[in-house]
């Protein structure tokens, strides 16, 4: 606004037009790094994230790395020509960090075999693409305890987006979560067919809230459910970053996504000649996912109890799937002591027992 | 003052450079706001304007991007001349892709040349059908086309969310919502190698030209244009309205599920909840820019979607904020509106009230 | 009962901003200009109000900010529709893309901040009283506002003279034009105030309900207030009534969900607008009625010779 309106900033800034057409130095040293989001960096959810990842290369490597990010790429048709625009620019290592990129990634990466692609959260690889996910659901375990425990109602509310595993296992997660340590705790869940609708989001919220739900979790990008919180004065997980700002009261804890640790081992992979295509599911042990700092409201027994079970997730010590464990229906699901498969996680379209309501397809 | 006054008949020399002048003065208003941005302006407008028709690619691109403006606008553009407004192509191209998709995939293990010629038959009739629906409720209950056909959009993109959630997901595809991959006879030959210029760029062509000659020389074209300008007049002279407002919402609806199948069959190759990307709503600003006239869709076609991939390449060279896009192609159309007036317009000075006896204009509607 | 009073809580906030935007393009068509662009008013409204909040700490000022600054819009939209008589439909429709992109940029440095709490109206005793306390003498001061709105151009369309020549100028502005009144410069105030009305519903979304700025906010509310607008048959009355069922059907899928009632989201989430297209097939099938309010010359340009 400022800016926009400073007018002095124009007669400094017509200098800028004798600037060179096109500025062309020599980057032999180099890497160039390409970032494609599927959002605005200004979401302050998902691909605020990936960005504050790619502020992190940046600091880590300086002169080293040029970064370039293209934000608010539809998932649609328009995603191959940014991902092949930025390959044509030399970027030597791309990543494209929304689902729906997966199949652009892989055509545009056969063009450009030279060229190395990291896509996130999909499941498909080649020689040349890698793909890499946060355990999200570790943290959702977590955040459950926690949500269990500062329940008053025992009633939780969940904002969830879209029936897709993602969203499924971290419900489930939560709840398991919340079950292990108040066994009277019900979960209300709103599926609001959106990934970023801010007034949508704080409906489902308040409705959530109405109908005496004390703490909230949501699958959704923007902040608006944990505003909303705040003003209702009741209790918030934040998503994706630290939404303290927006509900300094009512934040109990975030699930807080840290991809600069990854991005900045797989430029220097590729820095150093050592990339290859892999797969790389992190979560609170890898450093990939962060609990941000317990609310004001939480008391230091159940922080304890929490900060527990996020040492022993992140010690591998435990697994918020492990048995015995049914399915909502009562068939068996994980047999007593059974761990939960990577491959059966990654495809969970089903409810564990005792979540109410019907999973929609 | 300055007085507007119009034309004895439109200025061929105006049609012809007004867009041009658009054009210069987005560029000039462009450098201000990148000034204001602080970015180098001409850079940026020679990444916007300039470097996509320097390569190959990105010409394909190109045209790849304006082929459904193209489509669905030539579509609309008949719809527009007759006043039935249309607002919901992107709904229809939504439909078109989805029945056109869900052919592709029933038909997964079958492979043969016929495949695509159906897959496009079930696209067409899907935005047909789609399109039918604000057509029968116009004529049956009078209901208003512009916001059954708008309200239509956001069912049709639901809908596509159910169906790539349910029963045309991908068996395969560890329950994430996005079907299969088309096999190769479910998609669009490539005309050029390593690029992503499918067939339908050359039925779009032929498209345009179809639609110039019957604009041109047809008597449905006439009658089209009768029903916009004076709808009561055309009623006397023996047009039925109702036939108008079917065959424009059909036209529209065939050629919005053309391009919706097509770019499902083409660059994305697969149905995905993301597919529709706002072609239909961008298309009616193509129509006007071509002055619902094909050859003017063509080149506003090709306009528009050249700023959106100069966009894309700014963004990727001087980290422009996206929005910054948007802005500008807003500019271009309000320059580009704004400067139509040329055309049947002329500016005059003029020192004193003017003393000539004309009357006022009266619309064809109050002399009936 | 709290539920009961909740959910009508929720169904006025939600209904709100849609009744600004709705009321304002109301009177824009009245005049007989169709102005697509309201999304775009909408979204420049919501990012003013929550910037100038922020910088000056003052609702006030906020709010002032958005009504102005949708009004610029609307005057740029005017600009071009009623000067230099480009088509209107096209003209919006760029109006709304150039505004969203605006929003962003001038959103850049204000996402991740949020203001502190609208005021609410607050009588003592009287707004703690049960169910009428918090739903007719506790809401935010712009739900009021927006209520009185409606009510004044109500008075105004059917009371004074200037809504009059509005009325008549929508009907056939040549022939309005012939009896002498100024069509454009009518025209100029509907749009201004059609804008300085998108701008307020734009930011009743970002100072009321939810206090923060994000991208794209809007969300689609500027073309559902469109819709509205002729669901409501061009009264303003029914333009409420509109608003408010459509908020109340968002609000209420969303609560039957928490209730456990199982239907796909997806279809719950389709009904306000297939619910839109049964009610206006249903106050559309008398012809002679939509007639009656409908402005004959709705996106017709108007040229005067003389």
Not at chain 2, 17 to 42: D, E, I, Q, S
């Amino acid at each position: 606004m400022k800016r926009l309106f400073g007018m002095i900033w124009v007669l400094g800034a017509l200098a800028l037009l004798a600037a060179p057409l096109v500025s062309t130095p020599a980057y032999a040293q180099k890497t160039k790094v390409g970032f494609v989001y599927v959002g605005p960096i200004g979401d302050h959810g998902w691909s605020y994230q990936h960005h504050q990842g790619l502020l992190e290369l940046k600091k880590a490597f300086g002169d080293k790395v040029e970064t370039t990010h293209v934000e608010n790429v539809s998932e649609g048709p328009d995603a191959e020509r940014v991902i092949q625009q930025l390959a044509q620019a030399g970027h030597n290592i791309i990543f494209t960090t929304s689902f729906g990129y997966m199949n652009p990634t892989l055509k545009v990466a056969k063009r450009f075999p030279n060229v190395k692609f990291e896509h996130s959260t999909g499941f498909k690889r080649s020689k040349n693409v890698s793909t890499y996910n946060i355990r999200f659901y570790e943290g959702r375990y977590v955040a459950g305890i926690v949500a269990g425990k500062m329940s008053k109602s025992n009633t939780i509310g969940y904002i969830a987006s879209f029936p897709i595993p993602e969203v499924v296992m971290g419900i489930n997660a939560a709840y398991l979560g919340a079950k292990s340590v108040n066994p009277d705790v019900k979960f209300k869940i709103v599926w609001v067919s959106t990934w970023f609708d801010p007034g949508k989001e704080a409906d489902a919220a308040k409705a959530l809230s109405d109908q005496g739900a004390d703490v909230l979790f949501q699958h959704t990008d923007s902040p608006a459910a944990m505003k909303l919180a705040e003003q209702k004065n009741i209790s918030a997980i934040g998503q994706a970053s630290d939404m303290k700002a927006f509900g300094p009261n009512a934040q109990l804890t975030a699930l807080v996504n840290n991809w600069g640790p990854y991005y900045v081992s797989r430029v220097k992979a590729a820095m150093d000649g050592s990339w290859k295509s892999t797969d790389t599911w992190g979560g609170i042990g890898q450093n990939m996912l962060n609990i941000a700092a317990w609310g004001s409201k939480v008391p230091a027994d159940v922080a304890k109890l929490a900060e527990k079970a996020r040492d022993d997730i992140a010690s591998g010590k435990l697994h918020p799937f492990t048995g015995p464990l049914k399915k909502q229906d009562g068939s068996d699901f994980l047999k007593a002591g059974e761990v939960i498969s990577d491959k059966d996680l990654s495809g969970m379209n089903f409810y564990v027992q005792g979540i109410d309501g019907k999973l929609p397809k | 003052m300055l007085k507007l006054e119009r034309r004895k008949e439109p200025s061929k020399f105006m049609l012809y450079v007004t867009p041009f002048v658009a054009v210069v003065l987005t560029m000039l208003a462009g450098l201000l706001l990148f000034l204001l941005l602080g970015k180098a302006p001409v850079q940026a407008i020679t990444l916007i304007y300039f470097t996509p028709l320097t390569s190959i690619f990105s010409l394909t691109e190109l045209a790849v991007k304006a082929t459904p403006l193209i489509l669905i606008a030539i579509g609309l553009s008949f719809g527009f001349r007759a006043g039935i407004w249309n607002i919901g192509a992107e709904g229809q191209f939504i439909m078109g892709a989805v029945c056109g998709g869900a052919v592709a995939l029933a038909l997964y293990e079958v492979q043969g040349i016929w495949v695509l010629p159906l897959m496009c038959v079930a696209g067409i009739i899907g935005g047909m059908l789609w399109a039918a629906i604000p057509a029968y409720l116009r004529i049956r209950f009078n209901a208003n086309e512009i916001l059954v056909s708008l309200m239509l959009v956001y069912v049709a993109t639901l809908l596509l969310s159910i169906l790539v959630h349910g029963v045309l997901r991908d068996p395969d595809g560890h329950n994430f919502p996005e079907s299969r991959l088309f096999h190769d006879s479910a998609t669009l030959p490539i005309l050029i190698e390593n690029t992503r210029a499918h067939l339908g760029i050359i039925v779009t062509l032929v498209v345009v030209v179809i639609a110039w000659v019957f604009v041109q020389r047809h008597i449905i074209g006439f009658q089209i244009k009768a029903l916009g300008d004076a709808p009561r007049a055309a009623k006397f002279a023996g047009f039925s309205e109702n036939r108008i407002i079917w065959l424009c919402f059909l036209t529209s609806g065939a050629l919005a599920g053309l391009a919706g199948l097509f770019e499902a069959a083409g660059p994305v190759g697969q149905l995905v909840p993301a597919l529709p990307v706002g072609y239909g709503f961008t298309a009616i600003i193509v129509a006007f820019l071509g002055r619902l006239n094909p050859i003017g869709i063509f080149l506003g076609g090709l306009l528009m979607a050249l700023t959106y991939i100069g966009g894309e390449g700014a963004q990727i060279a001087m980290s422009l904020p996206s929005a910054t896009t948007s802005v500008f192609q807003g500019m271009l159309l309000f320059f580009l509106l704004a400067t139509d007036i040329l055309i049947n317009f002329r500016f005059r000075w003029i020192s004193k009230k003017p003393d000539s006896l004309e009357p006022a204009p009266v619309s064809l509607q109050q002399a009936e | 009962m709290d539920l009961f009073v909740n959910i009508l809580l929720g169904i006025s906030i939600a209904a709100t901003p849609l009744v600004f935007a709705a009321i304002g393009e109301l009177v824009v068509e009245k005049s007989g200009v169709l102005n697509l662009g309201v999304e775009g008013m909408m979204i420049i409204g919501a990012i003013s109000g929550f910037a100038v909040t922020i910088e000056t700490g003052s609702f006030i000022l906020g709010i002032l900010a958005s009504i102005v600054a949708g009004a610029l819009m609307a005057f740029l939209f005017g600009v071009l529709t009623q000067s230099l008589l480009a088509n209107q439909v096209a003209t919006g429709l760029a109006l709304t893309m150039f505004g969203l992109g605006l929003a962003a940029l001038i959103g850049q440095d204000y996402s991740g901040k949020s203001t502190g709490d609208f005021p609410k109206l607050d009588i003592p005793f009287i707004s703690d009283l049960p169910i009428v306390g918090p739903l007719i003498f506790g809401q935010d001061y712009l739900l009021y506002l927006s209520i009185i709105l409606v009510v004044a151009v109500i008075w105004f369309f059917n009371k004074t003279r200037a809504g009059l020549i509005i009325r008549a100028i929508g009907e056939n502005h040549d022939a309005a034009h012939t009896i002498g009144y100024p069509v454009v410069l009518y025209r100029y105030y509907a749009l201004l105030f059609g804008g300085a009305c998108a701008g307020l519903g734009g930011a009743y979304l970002s100072l009321v309900q939810t206090p923060i700025w994000v991208e794209n906010m809007t969300a689609g509310r500027g073309w559902i207030a469109l819709a509205l607008v002729v669901f409501a048959a061009w009264r303003p009355g029914r333009a409420l009534l509109g608003a408010y069922l459509f908020g109340g059907i968002t609000i209420l899928q969303l609560h039957s969900q928490g209730f456990g009632i199982n239907i796909e989201p997806q279809i719950l989430a389709m009904l306000p607008y297939l619910a839109t297209i049964v009610v206006l097939v249903l106050i559309s099938r008398d012809k002679t009625k939509v007639r009656l309010n409908a402005p004959a010359s709705l996106a017709k340009s108007f040229y005067a010779s003389t």
